[in-house]
T-cell receptor
């Protein structure tokens, strides 16, 4: 079974600064996918970024980028130029290949962006 | 607009009562999922369905039941056997492209409380 660990329960960052959220996972699979989801106070789950394990290049989406280290089983999320609207819970999630798009979630990191 | 609709937004259950949470999607997605989220925690999978008239138990299926009579609909019943039903429930769907790591898209959730 896969496990996903987010070791930072809470973090804070000043507006316009950069912050990195950590995620590690445990799997014996060679091919898989990794995701970051954002859950703002409205509680809606919003996809932030997706990474394919067989791609060496780190995924980026505007101000969001990842540092994917396959050998270390690490998948951190970097948020640049933090904005007040980035305040949310962030969840890292793991998906095996050929497994019905099933997700295993980490416990989440609560990020507060301060003005 | 395409999306996933969960209703009601808030639901109250009396002791010994069954309640049903609705989830409808117009994204033409094949797979649908139900998650439970407790305060400050990640998402845990209750049930999932990859095709009409078929569904499988997730990690915490006890005390819950589902049906998948139509592609668009995946209602969740919280039965009286679920002794601690107070939680936030999220429905999700994804397109099934045979292991292509398609992300799940989420509804806005239903908050269930005990009276």
């Amino acid at each position: 079974a896969q496990t996903v660990t987010q070791s930072q329960p809470e973090m804070s960052v000043q507006e316009a600064e950069t912050v990195t959220l950590s995620c590690t996972y445990d799997t014996s699979e060679n091919n898989y996918y990794l995701f970051w989801y954002k859950q703002p106070p409205s509680r809606q789950m919003i996809l932030v970024i997706r990474q394919e394990a067989y791609k060496q290049q780190n995924a980026t989406e505007n101000r969001f980028s990842v540092n994917f280290q396959k050998a270390a089983k690490s998948f951190s999320l970097k948020i640049s130029d933090s904005q007040l609207g980035d305040t949310a819970m962030y969840f890292c999630a793991f998906m095996k290949d050929n497994a019905g798009n099933m997700l295993t979630f980490g416990g989440g990191t609560r990020l507060m962006v301060k003005p | 607009d395409g999306g996933i609709t969960q209703s009601p937004k808030y639901l109250f259950r009396k002791e010994g009562q069954n309640v049903t949470l609705s989830c409808e999607q117009n994204l033409n997605h094949d797979a649908m999922y139900w998650y439970r989220q407790d305060p400050g925690q990640g998402l845990r999978l209750i049930y999932y369905s990859q095709i009409v008239n078929d569904f499988q138990k997730g990690d915490i299926a006890e005390g819950y039941s589902v049906s998948r009579e139509k592609k668009e609909s995946f209602p969740l019943t919280v039965t009286s056997a679920q002794k601690n039903p107070t939680a936030f429930y999220l429905c999700a769907s994804s397109i099934d492209l045979g292991g292509a790591g398609q992300p799940q898209h989420f509804g806005d959730g239903t908050r269930l409380s005990i009276l």
